[in-house]
């Protein structure tokens, strides 16, 4: 009499772990911000922001001619979009609960939906805020033209797809060593301001500068972006196709160390005296 009814069938307990993790998606979206209207509205000034400073920045170091032919504020957007998609993914997976959390003493809460949940929830906060921001400048200085929006928003995903397995890997290493993987974790997030490579196009560096910045799977997701954004930009430098493949190899190695992790982790590893 104490215990929840749950469906023992498949189709059951789809539907039951999809709720589940629809209202951990909606606990992780609010945790930050009480109200959800504030913490768009916190998420899309943020963007802007960034937005507004490489404008400046491009126009007081005389840095436009470098830039792709074309509308130059989309052609800004474009990488800052998807870093910071790669970057609150990231964030998000990392900051997740693992297996020695609060929340893990309810039943149906597992650490797979908690990181599906936190993954999900930056997707949903970048893909709405860009949006938002695109339909404002659409709206309020000029019309947008996308070459081909269905490759670009792919881009988008696989930067979110990247970012959220390389998230997977800190999150499992956390427990470990906290407080250098935390600053591993912060070095990176830095360190991609420039080493995404959002501030220049991949065709007009050399190959001495190439090879500072091809090892970077963002790199590559943004380079292809400014290919389906732009229609008189084709990159030959990068290819989505890497991006693939170091994600999918992030995750697994992700999926293995969160596995190896939970069996040993223990709340006595973050006790202080």
Known sequence: MFRAERSKSTLGSTFSLLELIYHATVRHIRRSQ???????LRNMVQTFLLVVSFYVMYTVLGMRGNAIRGNF??????????????TKAMGAVFGAESSTSAMMKHAPMTTAVSITAAALSALYLQVLSMVVVLYIYHAAWGPIEIYD???????VLLSWFTGVALGL?????????PGFVGIVQAVYSRANMIASGKMFVANNLTHKMLALFSWNPLFHTIDQARGYTFINYNPHFSNWH???IVGLALLMIGLMGEFYTRQYASLSWSARR
């Open 34 to 40: 009480g109200n959800a209207i504030l913490g768009l």
């Open 73 to 86: 504020l989309l052609y800004i957007m474009s990488g800052i979009f998807l870093y910071l998609t790669h």
């Open 149 to 155: 929006w269905v490759g670009a928003m792919g881009m």
């Open 169 to 177: 890997v800190f999150l499992a290493a956390k427990p470990w060593a």
């Open 242 to 244: 890497y991006s693939l």
